[in-house]
Nanobody, 126 residues
Framework: QLQLVESGGGSVQPGGSLTLSCTVS????????IGWFRQPHGQEREGVSC????????IYADSVKGRFTVSRDNAKNVVYLQMNSLKPEDTAVYYC???????????????????WGQGTQVVVSA
């Protein structure tokens, strides 16, 4: 399993931007897909994005498509989630996760990921 640590959460006004970081450590990390998930208070965790292990190609949930962008710095072993045009409904604890996803390129399902970070809180409020 990998170790993942999120950072960069905070409070922002609607329409603002925030960038989250996920630092990944452990062996064979280049074979793991990286997912971003979020969990609003009192609600279930939902998938936000998933980046394929081979080339980093990313899929997004419809709710964030066009507003959120994932990038990565392989030299630093960091995956970023750039969040623009933030809305109050984006308020949640955000997690990054990793898994081999045996035979699949992507998943937005929580149960498909075995390694998780501790989460970072994002609050979007006026």
């Amino acid at each position: 399993q990998l170790q993942l640590v999120e950072s960069g959460g905070g409070s922002v006004q609607p329409g603002g931007s925030l960038t989250l970081s996920c630092t990944v450590s452990g062996v064979n990390r280049e074979y793991y897909a990286i997912g971003w998930f979020r969990q609003p208070h009192g609600q279930e965790r939902e998938g936000v994005s998933c980046s394929r292990a081979t080339d980093g190609m990313t899929i997004y949930a419809d709710s964030v498509k066009g507003r959120f962008t994932v990038s990565r710095d392989n030299a630093k072993n960091v995956v970023y989630l750039q969040m623009n045009s933030l809305k109050p409904e984006d308020t949640a604890v955000y997690y990054c996760a990793a898994d081999y996803l045996y035979g699949r390129s992507w998943s937005l399902k929580e149960d498909d990921f075995s390694s998780w970070g501790q989460g970072t809180q994002v609050v979007v409020s006026a």
